[in-house]
Nanobody, 122 residues
Framework: QVQLVDSGGGLVQAGGSLRLSCAAS????????VGWFRQAPGKEREFVAV????????LYADSVKGRFTISRDNTKNTVYLQMNSLKPEDTAIYYC???????????????WGQGTQVTVSS
């Protein structure tokens, strides 16, 4: 069993930066791939990025490639999402998720955080 706590969201102006954190409890966290998803009002939850259990592989949505960076520190049971050059269209609730699957589908992930709000003003 893994429990995830998302944090780091907030209000930022366009062009600014935020770093989200996903802190996990559970001894097996380092065995899971961890992804970030986001959901804007009235829209489906969409994939943002994922990092493999070892940190050796990453995958990004085209909309964030080159602006967002996902990383993890397994000694701290934490995954990060560094978000730079933020745009108003990045406004959403951001969720981290852990699972043994890989990829962009929500079905690959078994455990979810509670979400953290990111608002980017123009």
């Amino acid at each position: 069993q893994v429990q995830l706590v998302d944090s780091g969201g907030g209000l930022v102006q366009a062009g600014g930066s935020l770093r989200l954190s996903c802190a996990a409890s559970g001894r097996t966290f380092s065995s899971y791939n961890v992804g970030w998803f986001r959901q804007a009002p009235g829209k489906e939850r969409e994939f943002v990025a994922v990092i493999s259990w070892s940190g050796g592989s990453t995958l990004y949505a085209d909309s964030v490639k080159g602006r967002f960076t996902i990383s993890r520190d397994n000694t701290k049971n934490t995954v990060y999402l560094q978000m730079n050059s933020l745009k108003p269209e990045d406004t959403a609730i951001y969720y981290c998720a852990a699972g043994v699957g890989w990829g962009t589908s929500r079905m690959a992930y078994n455990y979810w955080g509670q979400g953290t709000q990111v608002t980017v003003s123009s």
